[in-house]
């Protein structure tokens, strides 16, 4: 975990066309058990530091599901 309640995580995926932020969202859909359309990119889209819309679930059963 990093400062500010962030959650670091990586992907394999090129940061070229988008390649990066939809693996790390089929990442993060996968590890939430949710659909990748309840997330929603708000911002960082060309960053490294991103943040996330995620619907139907609070932040702390977002943090223990991606902490396991």
Avoid at 36 to 64: A, C, D, P, Q, Y
Wanted: glycine letters at 12%; charged letters at 25%; proline letters at 3%.
């Amino acid at each position: 975990m990093k400062g500010g309640g962030a959650i670091l995580v990586r992907v394999n995926a090129p940061p070229v066309d988008g390649k990066a932020n939809q693996a790390l969202i089929r990442l993060v859909a996968a590890k939430l058990g949710i659909a990748k359309s309840g997330i929603s990119l708000i911002r960082g889209e060309s960053s490294r530091n991103k943040i996330f819309e995620i619907e139907s679930l609070g932040t702390e059963e977002i943090r223990r599901a991606m902490l396991r």
